[in-house]
């Protein structure tokens, strides 16, 4: 029987970086990580191997050459059960190992709804972390004229702008009124489909999907209002559920929603045993609800806190909900969000003032490649605390957004925004007399005062 101080189930973003930070924090421990195939895909670069990348060997994470310089050993295997009593997993191939710390980041796995007919269809496809999957799909849809992609999030989004480039005829189809309704209010999410169709993506909102037709291989999609769709390809973008059936049967409580169950230090039910990433639950920072949120960048944060949370409790360092941080770009514009939307906050009874400001990126605007920025800020009208915002810019746009995620957890009011310093210049930013972060939170100053 192999032994191991920490042992850690999962080769993506959750798990390489609970090993890395777990390693650094107890560097005389020893750390094993497992993962099901040797080649880990840097998830949030899926869609792009399929127009921007040549191939998907351009999008793969050096987990291994990681894992060698920080002194973790890596291995590839598939674990088939735990024994958290015994602390020891047993793995396909027979070998068992002996853990002190288990770590579970088994990932998540696309949604096939079981009401969609004709799901097994030829050229009917889902979006897995999943190399070879991925390598043999590309292929197929090389040969395709019209791809449907079914399910307007982000994921959908990239897949259909990608799809586009490379000439195909997309068709993006969404049941909600909105594309990435759950991200943005549709005073923004409504630019980005515009935007989309300037692309050549074709956008049906408030359209259900009923049926995909064919014989063996996809012809068609029929929508619930009885249209019919011709297509030669179909992508479900429908989104993922928790790979948790390892946990479930291995007796870690998981729970109705079929997460694990965690605390703020991402410990589970049972004693020496945490979960981190898509399989572990999450609850949002403002909320408090639980939500299912499944980001890199959120199962990186929950990884940092577990690894260094493993055998020495540090009370300031503890995961205290998701702000769901999103952004992605098409052809030149980035678009992001954090925390709340407007419509999430009325739904949940929280009463807010916004304030959208129209700016640009640069100053003077006619310096080469300024674009406009667009920002929404949502904010707690009875505390001016900040619960979201929303950006549609330049490039720039994502690590804009990546500040009003750390406005958020830092629970910054609009008074403080207001009288932050900031540093600014010509081919970096906007004005500093007009910087759309401050002047979006002018505006709701200017309500909170008018009341």
């Known amino acids: 029987m192999k032994k191991t101080d920490v042992l850690v189930i999962g080769g993506s973003a959750a798990g390489m970086v609970v090993s890395l930070t777990g390693k650094s924090a107890y560097p005389e421990k020893s750390f094993t990580m497992i993962k099901k195939q040797k080649d880990v895909m840097v998830p949030c670069g899926i869609p792009y191997i399929f127009g921007t990348l040549d191939s998907s060997q351009l999008n793969l994470m050096p987990v291994d050459n990681m894992m060698e310089k920080a002194g973790v050993a890596s291995l590839v295997g598939e674990v088939v059960s735990v024994d958290t009593k015994s602390m020891n997993v047993k793995l396909a191939d027979g070998e068992t190992i002996e853990y002190q710390k288990l770590v579970l980041a088994t990932g998540s796995i696309p949604v096939m709804p079981r009401w969609l007919k004709g799901g097994d269809r030829m050229n009917v496809f889902t979006v897995p972390k999943d190399r070879i999957y991925l390598d043999e799909m590309k292929e197929k849809l090389a040969g395709c004229r019209r791809v449907v992609v079914i399910g307007a999030g982000f994921i959908g ?55 995909i037709m064919g014989e063996e291989a996809v012809t068609a999609v029929k929508l619930e209002s009885g249209e019919i769709i011709e297509t030669d390809a179909v992508v479900l973008s429908m989104g993922y559920q928790p790979n948790t059936k390892l946990a479930r049967e291995s007796g870690i409580y998981v729970d109705e929603s079929n997460f694990i169950a965690v605390d703020e230090y991402m410990r589970t039910h049972e004693p020496d045993v945490f979960a981190v990433g898509d399989c572990a ?42 702000i769901a941080i999103y952004a992605t770009a098409i052809d030149g514009t980035g678009f992001g969000t954090a925390g709340l939307t407007e419509t999430t906050a009325r739904a949940e009874n929280i009463e807010v003032l916004t304030g959208l400001f129209e700016g640009i990126d640069r100053h003077p605007g006619t310096l080469p490649g300024a674009h406009k920025q667009i920002v929404k800020l949502v904010a707690a009208s009875n505390s001016g605390v900040i619960i979201g915002g929303e950006v549609i810019g330049g490039l720039s746009a994502g690590e804009l957004t990546n500040v009003i995620g750390m406005i958020i957890q830092n629970r910054m009011t609009i008074n403080s925004l207001l009288i932050t310093q900031i540093g600014t210049h010509p081919l970096l930013t906007s004005s500093p007399a007009a910087y759309p972060l401050i002047k979006a939170a002018e505006i709701i100053d200017r309500k909170m005062r008018a009341r």
Not at 161 to 169: L, P, R
Not at 288 to 294: A, G
């Open 157 to 211: 989004v990239e897949f259909s702008d990608e799809f586009a480039k490379e000439g195909h005829e997309v068709v993006l189809v969404e049941k909600l009124p909105h594309i990435l309704s759950l991200a943005f209010d549709p005073e923004l999410s409504e630019r980005i489909a515009t935007l989309l169709n300037e692309r050549g993506v074709t956008v049906r909102t408030g359209a259900g999907v009923s049926e």
């Open 281 to 322: 639950q999450k609850r949002d920072f403002v909320t408090r609800r639980r939500v299912p949120t499944m980001l890199a960048s959120t199962a990186c944060a929950e990884a940092r806190i577990a690894g260094m949370n493993l055998f020495s409790l540090n009370t300031v360092k503890t995961f205290s909900g998701t």
